[in-house]
């Protein structure tokens, strides 16, 4: 079956950063569009981040020049490198893959900015 499985969340400073990997088994991730989303305490889950099949990507307008996605073919994962973080960013970071009527999730993995 297919899993997602989050990484690298934790702990950081305002102004650090972090990476975040989605290793994926059951799909071969360069054939979904894989995203990175967010949700915050009492708000609804976010974009973040998206690479498409042709490799395009897009960012939501609070991260654009902060946070960057990538992906490894070859090890079938997905990164978000997240740099200049900041308090707002704390969440729970979710990967997601979707491809026609396919649509899975990861279990999510918590960030949080604090001093």
């Known amino acids: 079956q297919v899993q997602l499985v989050e990484s690298g969340g934790g702990l950081v400073q305002p102004g650090g950063s972090l990476r975040l990997s989605c290793a994926a088994s059951?799909?071969?991730?360069?054939?979904?569009?894989m995203g990175w989303y967010r949700q915050a305490p009492g708000k609804q889950r976010e974009l973040v981040a998206a690479?498409?099949?042709?490799?395009?990507?897009n960012y939501a307008d609070s991260v654009k020049g902060r946070f960057t996605i990538s992906r490894d073919n070859a090890k079938n994962t997905v990164y978000l490198q997240m740099n200049s973080l900041k308090p707002e960013d704390t969440a729970v970071y979710y990967c997601?893959?979707?491809?026609?009527?396919?649509?899975?999730w990861g279990q999510g993995t918590q960030v949080t900015v604090s001093s």
């Open positions: 997601n893959a979707k491809f026609s009527l396919y649509d899975y």
């Open positions: 690479i498409t099949r042709g490799a395009s990507t």
């Open positions: 059951g799909i071969t991730v360069n054939f979904y569009t």
